[in-house]
Structures are given as C-alpha cells and as structure tokens.
C-alpha cells in the first residue's frame, strides 16, 4: 500500500544540493506521518527515490531508491523523518540535477498493534505520541507548516519544489470514509 507524497520542482528550476533535497524529503515524510496519524495507523517500512528529468537529455541521468525497515511501527514524524533522510543520505549523488524526489511508508497496520522493543534510550512513547498530537492541533488550528521539523527548512523562505498534486486521487485505498457507496 502507499501513503506517501512525491514532488517535482518547477519546469527551468532544478535542485542540486542535498540540503534541498532533504528540505523536500523532510516535507513528505511530515505530510505522509500526518496522513498516518489521522487514520490511525503506522508503517513499519520506509522507501525514498530521487532522480533527474528524463525529459532533459542534456543532462546526465541518474535515478535511485532505497528502503529501511524500522525498528518498531510508528507514525512520529521525527522518526520517520529521520529514517527517510538517513535514506537520502545513502542514495544521494552530487552534480545531477535532481527533478523528482519522494517517501513511500510501506507496512501499513492499525495503530492499536503495538510491537514492543526494549530500548532503554527511548523517550516514553506516550511523550511522543503527546507530542506528533500536539503539533497537528497547532498545524489544523493555524494553519499546516507552522509547527514543523527543522529539517524542513527555514520558516517563510522559497522553495524551490513544491509536491505536484494536480493528478490527486481520492484517499479511497487508504481511507474507509472514501469509498464510493452504491444504492
């Protein structure tokens, strides 16, 4: 199943730097945990794929995706943050001009099955939990972004990608509420 959030930045802007790239990648893996913590579930599986524009054959080519297993399902957005751009960090080549980048949260399951590991370094999941709670009423009260991840970016500056949701689907594969009903 997918849940995620994919983005492609403007037709004459590309993105070099992979700071830029984890702004991007920081911004999808937010919006996806959210989507997760509105129907609630978790994922357990995390994939991040970048690539060029295969419309512009001057330039060199390059695509790559990987994924990472979490260590226990979660929908904290720092958690999958911090995996999805660990991937990043894995998968990422200088001097391309990347077009596209997105996260898949894969091992979707109801947030009620908990499995338990013994990390003693851990904060209690229910801070955490409080916490992802917390910065979703700021964002639904005030507006999305205004609480968000450092990774994310400077608040109030340009970005250079945006997520291309021209073509958005209704949420009907992930969402009870969505399915069609017939009379």
Same mark, same amino acid.
């Given at each position: ?51 060029? @524009? ?6 060199p080519?390059?695509?790559? @995706? ?28 200088p ?14 399951q ?19 939990? $409080? ?9 639904? $009260?005030?507006? $999305? ?5 450092? @990774? ?32």
């Amino acid at each position: 199943m997918f849940v995620g959030a994919g983005g492609r930045v403007g037709q004459c802007v590309v993105i070099t730097e992979r700071r830029k790239l984890q702004e991007a990648i920081t911004e999808f893996a937010c919006r996806a945990a959210e989507k997760l913590r509105k129907q609630n579930s978790h994922t357990g599986h995390i994939m991040v794929f970048i690539r060029t @524009s295969p419309f512009r054959k001057q330039d060199p080519q390059y695509s790559r @995706s990987a994924s990472t297993p979490l260590p226990s399902p979660t929908s904290d957005s720092a958690h999958i943050t911090q995996a999805a751009n660990a991937i990043l960090k894995h998968i990422y080549r200088p001097g391309y001009k990347y077009a596209k980048a997105g996260v898949m949260l894969m091992d979707l399951q109801p947030a009620t099955r908990q499995q338990l590991t013994l990390d003693l370094d851990a904060d209690m999941p229910e801070n955490r939990i $409080r916490l992802m709670q917390a910065m979703d009423e700021v964002n639904q $009260r005030y507006g $999305r972004g205004t609480l968000k991840l450092a @990774s994310a970016g400077a608040p109030r500056t340009r970005k250079l990608w945006a997520m291309k949701q021209d073509r958005l689907s209704s949420g009907f594969t992930t969402d009870w509420e969505g399915l069609a009903v017939v009379n």
